[in-house]
C-alpha cells in the first residue's frame, strides 16, 4: 500500500488545508490590495456556500438570493451606525450576527410562500421577490439611503488588545474566522438527518412525500437557514466595505452567486469555494490587468457548460473511484498533466486572441503590448499566428490527454476489481 493513501483521502484534509491557507494570507499577502481581495473573496465564499445549500442540497435555482445579503447588510450597517452615534453596545466582532438575524427574518417572511413550489415557480418567484426588493430600496430611501447607500465607520469605541479593525489585516482576520465558522456549520447541516432529506427533496420529492415529510416545509426550512448565512455574508460586507447600496440586493448579485455555484460545483460541498476564488479573481485581479475581463468570464462560463458542467470540483470527484488504487497519483499524474497543459494552451489562444481583437478593433489604445519580452502588434500578423498555433495545439494535446486519461481511469479500475475478487478469493479459502 501506498504510505501517503491515508492522508491523501483523511477527512479532515481538506478542512485543515482551508484553516492552514486562511491564517497564512497574511504572512503571505503583504500589500493591503491583496488582503482586500482576500477578504472579497472570504465573504464570497460564504455567500456561495449559503447559495449552495438551496441548489446543491435542496435543487432550488433562486434568481434573488441577494435580497437574504443584501437585507442583512443594511441592517448591520444600521447597527454599525447606531454603534458611531452610541446608541447601542454590541462589539464590532458580533455585528454579522445582526446581518444572520435579518437574513433568517425575511427568510422565514418572504419563504412560506416561495416555498410552495419547487422547480421554475421557486425560480420566478424568487426572481419576483429580488425586483419588489429592489423597488422598495429606491422607494424607501429613509432607511436604505436611495442609490448613494447607507455608510458607516467600523472603527468605534475604544479597541480590544489594540484591534479596533482600522486596518486591512485585522479586517481580513475577522471575516476569515467568521468564514471558517460558517463553512464548518454549513458542512454540519449537510451531515445531518436534515441534510439528507433536504437531498432526498431535491433528488425525489414524490418519494420523500410518499413517505410522509412535507417537501414544503423541508424546503422552507432550507431556505430559512440559507438565509441567515446569506445574512452573515452581507453583514461581513457591510463591514469590509463600510456601505450598503442597491447593488447588494440587485440581480446582478443573484446572478454572480448562482455563476460562483455553478463554475465551482453545486455537487460537491466545497465546489462553491473554488468558485468564489475564481470570480473574484476575475472582478478584482483580471479587471486590473484588462478592460476586456467580462469576455473572459463569459468564455469560462460557456467552457464550463459544454465540457465540465458539473463544475471544477466535478474533476475531483470523478477520480474518486480510481483513488482507491495504491498507485493512483502516479498512473494519472501524466494523462492529467497532458489535460492541465492543454487548458493553458488554451487560455494563452484565448489570450492572445481575445486582447488582440480589443486592440485592433474594440476601440483600445491600438499601441503594441509587451508580454514576456515579446513586442506584439495587433494590427500584424504575429498575434493571431500565436492564438491559432496555441488554440490548434491545446485542441489537440487536450483530445490526447483525455483519450490517455480515460484508458488509464480504465485500466485503474480492472485491476481494483481484480484485487477485490482475490482478496474475497483469499477471504474464502482463510474461512
Sequence with gaps: ??????????????????????????????????????????????????????????????????V???????????????????????????????????????????????????????????????????????MLPAFFGGEAGVNANRVTGQPWLGIDFGSTR?????????????????????????GRMANAVRDNPERVAFIGYSTHRLRYQLLVMAGFFAGIAGGLGALADEIVTIESVGAHASGVVLLMVFIGGAGVFFGPIIGALIVVLLQSVVSTVTPAWPFYFGLLFLAMVVYVPGGFAS???????????????RRLAAPYGRIALAALLLVGAAMFGVESAYRRFGGGDHQPWV??????????????????ALLAAGVVLMRSGVTRTGDAASALGTELAALALARRASEKAAS
Excluded at 7 to 26: E, R, S
Excluded at 315 to 325: A, D, F, G, I, K
Excluded at 371 to 388: F, R, V
Design 371 to 388: 508580454l514576456g519580452g515579446l513586442t506584439l502588434d495587433a494590427s500584424g500578423p504575429l498575434p493571431w499566428l500565436l492564438a491559432t
Design 315 to 329: 474533476l475531483v470527484v470523478v477520480t474518486r473511484p480510481q483513488r482507491r488504487h495504491p498507485h493512483w497519483l
Design 170 to 194: 485585522q479586517t481580513y482576520g475577522l471575516v476569515a474566522t467568521w468564514t471558517l465558522l460558517c463553512a464548518a456549520a454549513m458542512f454540519g447541516i449537510t451531515r445531518t438527518p436534515f
Design 1 to 66: 500500500m501506498n504510505p501517503t493513501r491515508p492522508l491523501l483521502q483523511h477527512p479532515a484534509l481538506p478542512w485543515g488545508t482551508f484553516a492552514l491557507v486562511l491564517a497564512a494570507l497574511p504572512w503571505i499577502a503583504h500589500s493591503d490590495f491583496a488582503l482586500s481581495v482576500a477578504t472579497k473573496a472570504c465573504i464570497a465564499i460564504v455567500f456561495a456556500l449559503s447559495y449552495n445549500m438551496l441548489l446543491g442540497q435542496g435543487g432550488m435555482l433562486s434568481f434573488g438570493h441577494a
Design 68 to 138: 437574504y445579503s443584501g437585507l442583512g447588510a443594511y441592517f448591520t450597517i444600521h447597527a454599525l451606525r447606531s454603534l458611531n452615534q452610541g446608541a447601542i453596545w454590541l462589539p464590532v466582532s458580533l455585528l454579522p450576527v445582526v446581518g444572520g438575524v435579518a437574513g433568517l427574518g425575511f427568510a422565514l417572511l418572504l419563504g412560506w410562500v416561495s416555498t410552495r413550489r419547487a422547480g421554475t415557480t421557486f425560480a420566478m418567484i424568487s426572481l419576483g421577490i429580488a425586483e419588489l426588493v429592489a423597488a422598495c430600496v429606491l
